[in-house]
C-alpha cells in the first residue's frame, strides 16, 4: 500500500498517534495536492471485522466516530476490497477514496 500511497501527491505520517487522545492511526494525511487537509487513514486487515462479515468490530467504529469528532476525514480501506484489486488499479482505488473523503 505505501508504493501506491508514495504515487499521490500527498504529506503524510505512517503509524502516528493522534495528539489529543493517543489513538493509533495508520496514516495521518497533513497536505493533499497542496491544500492543508486532516485526514486518518486506517488500513483494517481481518482482525478488524468479525468471521465471515464485512462489518467492522465495534472497537473500530468508535475509533472511526472519536476520529470524525476530533475533526478527521477518516478514510477506511478494508483488506477484503484491497486485496481484489490488481497493482495498476491500486493507486487509481487510492485516488479515488481520497477524493470522496475530501468531498463530504
Do not use: C
Not at 481484489?84 to 485516488?95: A, R, T
Not at 477514496?97 to 475530501?102: K, M, P
Amino acid at each position: 500500500m505505501l508504493d501506491s500511497l508514495k504515487k499521490l501527491p500527498l504529506k503524510y505520517q505512517p503509524n502516528t498517534n493522534d495528539e489529543e487522545t493517543g489513538l493509533e492511526v495508520d496514516m495521518i494525511v497533513n497536505e493533499y495536492k497542496g491544500s492543508p487537509q486532516k485526514i486518518a487513514i486506517e488500513v483494517n486487515g481481518v482482525f478488524h471485522y468479525p468471521r465471515n462479515s464485512e462489518e467492522p468490530l465495534g472497537k473500530d467504529v468508535v475509533k472511526k466516530k472519536t476520529l470524525e469528532r476530533l475533526g478527521y476525514k477518516v478514510m477506511v480501506i478494508p483488506y477484503f476490497q484491497w486485496y481484489i484489486l490488481e497493482d495498476s488499479q491500486k493507486h487509481k482505488f487510492l485516488q479515488d477514496v481520497l477524493e470522496n473523503v475530501i468531498i463530504k
